[in-house]
Nanobody
Framework: QVQLVESGGGLVQPGGSLRLSCAAS????????MGWYRQAPGKERELVAI???????NYADSAKGRFTISRDNAKNTVYLQMNSLKPEDTAVYYC?????????WGQGTQVTVSS
């Protein structure tokens, strides 16, 4: 089992930036990929970005050009750098670790973009 601890959420103005962190512990060797998802109130949870074990990345169209997912293997941590934030980015952001036979979610961290 992998435990995921998220941090970095908060309140920012439109156009501002945040960096989310997801620290993983446990059997991290079994992870296929990790990603960031978000869920706004009353809406489905949606993919924001993923990074695979070999380092390839993929982004939702809404995130391309503004968000960057990265990892620090020495710290067992995945990051999501979010720039040029918009009010529609407001959501609870969840870290996810995928395994062959399931996955693990972080607790979520609130991101609010508002004036």
């Amino acid at each position: 089992q992998v435990q995921l601890v998220e941090s970095g959420g908060g309140l920012v103005q439109p156009g501002g930036s945040l960096r989310l962190s997801c620290a993983a512990s446990g059997s991290i060797f079994s992870i296929n990929f990790m990603g960031w998802y978000r869920q706004a109130p009353g809406k489905e949870r949606e993919l924001v970005a993923i990074i695979t074990k070999v380092g390839s990345t993929n982004y939702a169209d809404s995130a391309k050009g503004r968000f960057t997912i990265s990892r620090d293997n020495a710290k067992n941590t995945v990051y999501l750098q979010m720039n040029s934030l918009k009010p529609e980015d407001t959501a609870v952001y969840y870290c996810y670790a995928d395994f062959v036979n399931g996955g693990s979610w972080g607790q979520g961290t609130q991101v609010t973009v508002s004036s």
